[in-house]
């Protein structure tokens, strides 16, 4: 398993050397692997590590169990280790992955890493595309994660869960248990424990590698049509010829729209699918000069054969 | 509902004036709704309409009355009728669907008739796209059924299920009901009956709107890469030039080698993902000379920097 995660950290160009790596650490099955791993590659890699844990204050004592644990952790391992807990209990799911990645981001401002490592492996893979697929995708949600994502990084996304729990066995590693992991109540967990393996048990045995299959086909050709939509969007920096946009095959009119959005804008935040058709229609219909809002802030506009996106306050 | 697929018929441009049009009767609800639909629209769409019928001989006494009860369809209505019973049941799902067209691609030749309607409605492509979702499409898969398949054209597949049972009780039309619809052995009834009902129940209320707008997104990928790859190739008509290739985004390496299998070999049946996979893996090595077979009558063939196809039989 060494072998095979330093294989996705070079193929995917992870790490650099001198790089130094924040690596979340929870003190579940996986991030106790992922740092376990990282420490026997980093003077292979030639990268220092620092390890982060936030308490999301939701847990009581199990999460101050959790701390202690990590702490013991580092200290064996002789590893720095960054500790933070919420004030305030997050709100949601959501909520409580944006402020871990809040954390996770000062940590690494504060000790100038390059990179922060994800313990996200090849099962989280499987239900992240089968629940985007559930929520409603497109080509970029089927696509899953990627091993890198500005500076958080991967390695164990080739990794399957039960290949990370035998490696925990062979090291004689222990680990916390989140009984939250096991709660229905979790969209997340309904589909780990519930759908994936009745499809598995009752459609089809190789459902895994299926989805893993589309995802990469769903990554490929969303790239290639970035690509193109970026190629034809550098050359009108500030606005689109109408006739332009109207040429294009359907799957780049959208998408030229999405970077135009994103571009005008900052991000496609709360941008989704029924904007983007919305706009469609409105830029392909025969009428005159138009107007149409995308979230509050913003709106594409359609005038004297131009189109472009407008920030509104 | 009679606007709604005459809307559908013109936008997808499915039926021209003074075509002859088979439609396929099995007496269950959705052809006798379509057959019964044509027949209020041929006057509009200056159509003729010939009904056919195929028993599979598999349900006996039930087929029998299947027959009996598009007799008489065909008698109120004043349609040509063309019916058949197989003298051989067919081994399953995939040979009955086989010699169903078979049938019905005859019957088109014999009444020189254009096109051949088939039944199927939105939520036959709601299952469909799940169903191929399931097996391990890729985007041509999860594009689910086409408005135009050769002769075949699909009049009702913007129309539900709830709509096709609404307007058969409008009109009052009666029609036969096939029990092994309901049987749980079939994949397919599996799918509907309890998959998608659970999927709605529990995951998503919206999931046959995101599936279907799911498979439309694939359908514009997919078709822009088969347009970009189709020009390519045409450029080579015999081979490709092996730098050529290499220097392709990644999803059009694939679609260039599927292109390359359909026209060296006259179609793609059995050439699956996991062929093209092998093909890239040995053109992308750097290794000299290569050949791989694809199946049992066909090659590809990387040789002197060039790449090409080849039937072995």
Chains 1, 2 share one sequence.
């Not at 999405?258 to 699918?273: E, K, L, N, P, V």
Request: glycine residues 4%; hydrophobic residues 40%; positive net charge.
């Amino acid at each position: 398993m060494l072998d095979k995660v330093y294989q996705t950290i070079q193929e995917n160009n992870l790490i650099s050397p001198s790089d130094r790596v924040i690596v979340a650490l929870s003190g579940g099955p996986d991030s106790v692997c992922l740092a376990h791993i990282l420490c026997r590659l980093r003077e292979k890699l030639g990268i220092k590590i620092i390890l982060a844990h936030l308490n999301h204050n939701l847990r009581g004592k199990e999460a101050e169990k959790d701390a202690k644990f990590v702490k013991k952790f580092a200290a064996d391992f002789i590893l720095p280790l960054e500790c933070k807990k919420l004030m305030n209990k997050p709100a949601n799911e959501n909520s409580g992955r944006a402020m871990r990645y809040k954390f996770l981001k000062q940590t690494a401002k504060k000790y100038r890493a390059a990179k922060i490592a994800a313990a996200h492996h090849q099962d989280d893979q499987v239900e992240t595309i089968l629940s985007h697929f559930l929520r409603g995708a497109g080509l970029s949600g089927l696509s899953g994660m990627r091993y890198q994502n500005g500076k958080i990084i991967r390695p164990l996304l080739d990794c399957s869960r039960e290949e990370i729990l035998s490696y925990l066995e062979k090291n004689n590693l222990s680990y916390r248990v989140d009984q939250s992991n096991f709660s229905l109540k979790f969209t997340r967990n309904k589909i780990r424990l519930k759908l994936l393996p009745a499809l598995k048990k009752e459609y089809n045995p190789q459902i895994r590698k299926n989805l893993l299959r589309l995802s990469k086909i769903c990554r490929a050709s969303q790239e290639y049509i970035t690509e193109e939509a970026r190629a034809l969007i550098s050359e009108h920096p500030s606005f689109l010829l109408l006739k332009t946009w109207q040429a294009l095959p359907a799957i780049l009119k959208r998408e030229v729209l999405r970077q135009m959005i994103a571009s005008g804008s900052g991000d496609c935040r709360d941008i989704y699918a029924v904007h983007l058709e919305e706009a469609v229609k409105m830029l392909e219909a025969q009428a005159g000069n138009k107007k149409k809002n995308l979230r509050r802030d913003l709106q594409i506009i359609k005038k004297n054969g131009k189109i472009w996106v407008k920030k509104t306050n």
